[in-house]
């Protein structure tokens, strides 16, 4: 049996009613979906968008000051979109990189002076023709930030050779 402040619905079904703050009669049902709406819109307003990694974007190093085939022969190497720029006219796509090698011989001193090489054989397709590319770098550091250029440039395209498995 319903009380004073409940009615029975169309379906049977026992509705408690409550006044607002204006006065105005307000169901239960209609509580919960204003309630839900306005929830909605809370989050919905109060939670900043996060798109990309913010302040963590832009820290790797788009242009590098190498050799280019052999040491001695001075060459910029430069990140540009989706190209990758070899003294400012010769490029090649993303899509036409096929995979890259590494190898260093790097030493270090105990006053963190080192010496030595790091090389990256860049392996590319051009007009259905497979070809490599040589950059060296003598700055142990610099070679570092390359390599983690290149492999940011490259993606998951560039992935080392071996087993292939996804994991869902």
Do not use: H
């Not at 302040?55 to 430069?78: M, P, Q, S």
Request: charged letters at 20%.
């Amino acid at each position: 049996m319903p009380q004073p402040d409940e009615f029975t619905t169309a379906s049977g079904g026992v509705e408690s009613v409550a006044y607002n703050r204006v006065g105005y009669l307000i169901s239960s049902t209609m509580r919960k979906v204003l309630t839900g709406l306005f929830a909605a819109v809370v989050a919905i307003t109060s939670t900043p968008a996060f798109a990309g990694l913010g302040d963590a974007e832009g820290g790797t190093k788009r242009e590098f000051d190498a050799y280019c085939g052999e040491i001695g022969k001075k060459c910029k190497v430069v990140f540009a979109e989706d190209r990758l720029v070899v003294n400012s006219k010769d490029s090649i796509t993303k899509n036409q990189l096929r995979r890259f090698s590494t190898s260093s011989d790097f030493w270090c001193n105990a006053y963190g002076t080192c010496r030595g090489s790091g090389t990256f054989l860049v392996i590319y397709e051009e007009n259905g023709v497979e070809s490599s590319g040589t950059i060296i770098f003598v700055n142990r550091k610099t070679y570092e930030q390359f390599g983690f250029a290149l492999s940011a440039f490259c993606g998951a395209s560039c992935r080392p050779i071996g087993p292939s498995m996804k994991i869902e």
